[in-house]
């Protein structure tokens, strides 16, 4: 199957420092990709869903300044947490179609720890 | 507005035998329906995907079922492993975009 990556795959931070996550498609190309958030025990909620080339779609209760999501090329989309604290402390897990494949199948990547001080 | 439910909650057996998650989903226009696995910390792994068009779809010791009229799916695991311990997820698309994931089946294979 197609693979997706992310990094970093933990990451510890300050409260009110700015954490960028990456989602790379590595051996597809992805017009869209998707970004959840999973609390433990608890299944995936989508944050966001980001195009390339244009500006993402957030969901309900997901704040856009907060959360900001940039999709700049085929194969690469950036979460950056601003102004991070406790409560964003989660697991982030980005995912993929590819294009090639009109399947529907989503890949996912290996997830993101973010744990705020 | 999609709503999916998996039962059961966690799951422990015996290593050798067989068993069956079960996945309901409230709305059956769905286009495919899509089972991951989950290990501790980790991201998701594609099990198996099935169109809607098909009613089951196999892949080594796993085969996974899809009745679209009853809103049902059911993944089954034949001859179980200690290795088989994880979470079981299911998901079917909510619209044209969004996964759906039901809360998942934790899993344990005792050896």
């Known amino acids: 199957g197609a693979v997706v990556s992310q990094h970093p795959s933990r990451v510890i931070c300050k409260s009110g420092t700015s954490v960028k996550i990456e989602c790379r498609s590595l051996?597809?190309?992805?017009?869209?990709m998707f970004w959840y958030r999973q609390f433990p025990k608890q299944s995936l909620m989508l944050m966001a869903t980001s195009n390339e080339g244009s500006k993402a779609t957030y969901e309900q209760g997901v704040e856009k300044d907060k959360f900001l999501i940039n999709h700049a090329s085929l194969t690469l989309s950036t979460l950056t947490v601003t102004s991070a604290h406790p409560e964003d402390s989660s697991f982030y897990i980005c995912?993929?179609?590819?294009?090639?494949?009109?399947?529907?199948?989503?890949?996912f990547g290996e997830g993101s720890r973010l744990t705020v001080l | 507005k999609q709503e999916v439910t998996q039962i059961p909650a966690a799951l422990s057996v015996p290593e050798g035998e067989n068993l069956v998650l079960n996945c309901s989903f409230t709305?059956?226009?769905?286009?495919?329906l899509q089972w991951f696995r989950q290990d501790p910390g980790k991201g998701l792994t594609s099990l198996l995907l099935i169109q809607s068009s098909q009613r089951e779809q196999t892949s080594g010791r796993l085969n996974a079922s899809l009745d679209k009229s009853s809103g049902r799916s059911t993944l089954y695991i034949a001859a179980s492993q200690p290795g088989d311990s994880a979470t079981y997820l299911c998901?079917?698309?909510?619209?044209?975009?969004?996964?759906?994931f039901g809360q998942g089946t934790r899993l344990t294979i005792n050896p």
């Open positions: 995912s993929a179609r590819d294009l090639a494949v009109n399947t529907g199948e989503l890949f």
């Open positions: 051996d597809f190309q992805a017009t869209t």
């Open positions: 709305d059956s226009a769905i286009y495919n």
């Open positions: 998901a079917v698309p909510q619209g044209a975009q969004k996964l759906v």
